[in-house]
């Protein structure tokens, strides 16, 4: 297949393991991975916030630069993030239809019927569970919101994560509570945010993984930085450095646990 990569825009400018994971991943398994360089934001941060009208131009950008999906020059278009991959999914249409624009709301949909997140591709369309990954550390699984309650990837992640060689993975207790980021939820209700995180970051040190895991880095970044200010050892990886990792070419344990080790 031919599949175009939407990198996202936090991964592109903090957090560039996920995308390039991607594509060693897919390009592994034997598909050509296209990377379109007029893409920038979905628009998601905007959307949320309630800013639609200045949500349109990234919008369009957007849309335009993966419409040759929809023309069939490519298979599919691939986000390793289940938030923007919601975004696309559930919010374009609707900002272009609510600004008058229904050519450019029918181009969106077009397009988003043919993205996935990246468990969804993998299982869905490729008809994969088992990648040829290998990952010989202790990992926990946390399924982000928009994920689990906006595009309903279900288990399909944890079916990659079972089949990954060399794994022990380990049931994160009340897996399914948000950690309390929600993008500027965490400003606005930082008590509130807080709270949750830790919450979240006690389950997950609770399994002893040495890996946190999930295919939205948004959500990992908030969750590492809890985790860094506890000093507890617990690193974090998107799904896709898990998957990507094999004997030959492994994926580094990251930094945060190595640091408590070598102490």
């Keep these: 297949m031919r599949i175009a990569l939407a990198a996202t825009c936090i991964a592109d400018t903090m957090f560039p393991g996920a995308p390039s994971a991607t594509v060693r991943l897919l390009e592994r398994l034997g598909h050509e991975v296209v990377f379109p360089r007029s ?28 419409a040759p999906v929809a023309d069939g020059e490519w298979d599919a278009v691939v986000v390793p993030s289940g938030s923007c991959t919601g975004s696309i999914r559930h919010q374009q249409a609707m900002v272009c239809r609510r600004a008058g624009l229904d050519d450019l709301a029918a181009t969106a949909e077009a397009v988003s019927a043919k993205t996935y997140e990246l468990s969804e591709l993998l299982v869905d369309v490729l008809g994969l569970t088992d990648v040829g990954a290998h990952f010989g550390h202790r990992v926990t699984y946390h399924p982000t919101c928009h994920s ?13 994560l079972r ?37 979240k970051t006690a389950n997950i040190r609770s399994t002893d993984a040495v890996v946190v895991t999930a295919g939205d880095y948004s959500c990992l970044m908030h969750i590492g930085g809890g985790l860094s200010r506890q000093r507890s ?4 990886l998107h799904l896709a450095e898990i998957l990507a990792s094999t004997r030959e070419d492994p994926t580094p344990l990251p930094t945060t646990r190595t640091t408590e080790v070598a102490r």
């Design 39 to 66: 893409q920038a934001c979905c628009g998601q941060m905007h959307v949320n916030t309630g800013y639609y009208d200045e949500a349109v131009p990234v919008i369009r950008n957007h849309v335009t630069t993966f």
């Design 148 to 160: 689990l309650r906006m595009l309903h990837v279900g288990d399909r992640p944890l079916q990659l």
């Design 163 to 199: 089949a990954v060689d060399g794994i022990d993975l380990v049931e994160l207790p009340e897996a399914e509570s948000c950690c309390g980021f929600g993008g500027t939820f965490a400003l606005k209700n930082a008590d509130t945010s807080a709270a949750m995180l830790a919450d």
């Design 233 to 236: 050892g617990v690193g974090t």
